[in-house]
């Protein structure tokens, strides 16, 4: 693995998963990579367990919040955070291990040779276990929609497992984005792309959660079909997004 432990962060958006956040941060910690969690008012315990792991551990951090205000949000005050403790590469995560600490070793070791670093489920080598059919088919169509409409050539638009570097958040002006779940992917891919910044894809494979209940909501899903037909039809009007 090539990276340097002292440059890169993983950023954690939690809410309510004290049944997963130990295991992961024992697994980050094998690796000597930094933590942020950013917690959400989990009245589970999570941010109470993450400020016992931080009183031994100097690599993980805490961001508690007031309340549930959404993943685009939490992104967006973690990488505020890394930006202000001087990292230079901010890996998006899920806590409950749909995304692989396997896979994390390839975004890492592209994370220096391109601006952002997207894990692909659609790319040769990638795919989803734990996915009944409809699913599966939800999610390509999803992307393969995505692709159309924003006039992309990047197979997993809405990835939630990739890599910023510093110049790549300051470049695509991160801290104005708008959205939130699905479309908070969607819009930053596409800010990246309208910069003329680096993008690589890596293959992973995406595992249903272990533990605990999905964080997926209707309102989520509706928000990321607005911000298609909106931003679709500025694409193909070659609008900028904004």
């Known amino acids: 693995m090539t990276f340097n432990s002292k440059s890169h962060l993983i950023i954690v958006p939690t809410y309510n998963e004290i049944d997963n956040i130990d295991k992961f941060i024992d697994e980050a910690l094998k690796i000597d990579i930094s933590v942020l969690v950013v917690d959400d008012n989990s009245p589970d315990g999570t941010s109470a367990y993450v400020e016992d792991a931080m009183k031994f551990h100097k690599k993980i951090h805490l961001i508690k919040r007031s309340s549930k205000l959404g993943l685009g949000s939490a992104y967006r005050d973690g990488f505020k955070w890394g930006l202000n403790n001087g990292f230079t590469h901010f890996i998006e995560m899920d806590a409950d291990f749909s995304h692989s600490f396997q896979d994390l070793v390839k975004i890492l070791d592209n ?112 928000e990321a079909l607005l911000f298609l037909l909106k931003n679709g039809f500025k694409r193909w009007l070659k609008i900028k997004i904004s």
């Not at 692909?120 to 393969?144: C, F, M, P, V």
């Not at 992309?152 to 910023?164: A, E, H, P």
């Open 111 to 222: 994370s220096h040779n391109s601006d952002v670093v997207i894990g692909s489920r659609y790319i040769l080598g990638g795919g989803s276990t734990g996915w009944d059919k409809k699913r599966k088919i939800l999610s390509i169509s999803a992307n393969n929609i995505s692709k159309l409409l924003l006039r992309s050539q990047i197979n997993d638009m809405t990835s939630g497992f990739r890599c910023y570097s510093k110049k790549a958040l300051e470049k695509i002006d991160y801290y104005n984005t708008n959205s939130d779940g699905y479309s908070f992917q969607i819009e930053m891919t596409i800010r990246t792309i309208e910069k003329g910044l680096n993008i690589k894809e890596v293959p992973i494979i995406f595992h249903e959660r272990r533990l605990g209940s999905s964080k997926m909501s209707k309102s989520i899903v509706l």
